[in-house]
């Protein structure tokens, strides 16, 4: 298998190989999980760290989850109660770190490039689990393998990204991959919520659903980022929802066996309805969820390969 990355910051880095080498993995994952065994021991012996600066139940819940089941020792930094709070820098974060020897050490911050700062101090692999609204890389990852899964290929596909592109890092890792793989995307939001420059990304942008959803093979839904905003992005959720909100009449613009996404939280009502959210023939919602899991696996059981093999050389 070919993945050579020494840390997985983002999507941007990797090769289209990579990627298809990582998400080949997830899928013998997805196979464990779904097992009587759920154990395999590729990580026994290795200390994984989550470091959340940031609350978010179900990413820091997925990485435990994965590394446990890959037989690491996990062990959770309660960064809310930190010594960050009590004015500790970010490097000498990094520096105390060194002295525990963790061999992974997952990080999610609210300010982008903090954790390749980190990267660049600590004697470990490091996996971005998302900072600021720089990019998400296993959510798009684990999003790219959903996709895979249910359409069966990454190629060539329609995807319309809609809601707050402007503060999003899952967007980014999602636009990144897709476009390695030579998908066609469209961003679909109110001018306030898409970013300047956003076509010189590759994609095409749209201010309406019933243009931006029409023939679409992928419908992915985007909570509105309110911990990030100030000032007015939309004029109230009622009206964003009227305009942009996920229903039945806007998804009949899509392709009938197009396929419903969101990374969660929802907001129901908001961004999208909850008839549709729970549609069994065309919500991948929980199936994202789980499909994290063993995203993340192969993330930590691929670095960690390449760790083993730095530290013997």
């Not at 820098?89 to 999610?108: E, F, G, K, Q, Y």
């Not at 899964?149 to 990144?176: E, F, P, Y």
């Not at 839904?221 to 992005?233: A, C, D, I, T």
Request: hydrophobic residues 40%; glycine residues 8%.
């Amino acid at each position: 298998m070919t993945f050579r990355q020494t840390h997985l910051l983002g999507i941007e880095p990797l090769h289209p190989v990579e990627i298809t080498t990582l998400l080949d993995l997830a899928d013998t994952y997805v196979e464990l999980n779904r097992g009587p065994e759920k154990h395999a021991a590729v990580l026994e012996g290795l200390t994984q760290v989550n470091m959340f600066f940031e609350n978010s139940t179900r990413t820091q819940a997925s990485f435990e989850l994965a590394g446990q089941r890959l037989g690491a020792d996990v062990m959770n930094m309660a960064m809310q109660a930190s010594s960050i709070k009590k004015g500790e820098s970010l490097i000498d974060t990094a520096l105390t770190l060194n002295a525990m020897h963790p061999d992974l050490l997952v990080v999610r911050h609210p300010h982008s490039g903090a954790v390749n700062l980190l990267a660049e101090k600590v004697n470990c692999a490091v996996i971005n689990a998302g900072d600021g609204r720089h990019e998400h890389p296993t959510q798009g990852l684990l999003d790219a393998l959903t996709i895979r899964r249910k359409k069966g290929r990454l190629h060539r596909l329609t995807v319309a990204i809609c809601g707050d592109i402007a503060h999003s890092r899952v967007a980014r890792s999602n636009i990144w991959l897709l476009g390695k793989m030579e998908s066609r995307i469209r961003l679909v939001g109110p001018p306030t919520l898409i970013p300047s420059g956003a076509r010189d990304w590759g994609v095409e942008v749209c201010h309406d659903m019933e243009t931006g959803l029409a023939d679409a093979d992928v419908v992915m839904m985007l909570r509105l980022q309110k911990e990030r905003m100030s000032g007015g992005f939309i004029p109230s959720e009622r009206e964003y929802y009227y305009r942009y909100g996920l229903d039945a009449a806007k998804l009949a613009r899509a392709k009938p066996d197009a396929i419903v996404m969101h990374p969660g939280p929802m907001n129901r009502g908001v961004e999208i309805d909850g008839t549709i959210a729970d549609d069994i023939n065309r919500s991948v919602i929980q199936e994202q969820v789980e499909m994290g899991v063993a995203v993340r696996m192969a993330a930590m059981d691929l670095l960690a390969r390449n760790l083993r093999d730095r530290r013997a050389a």
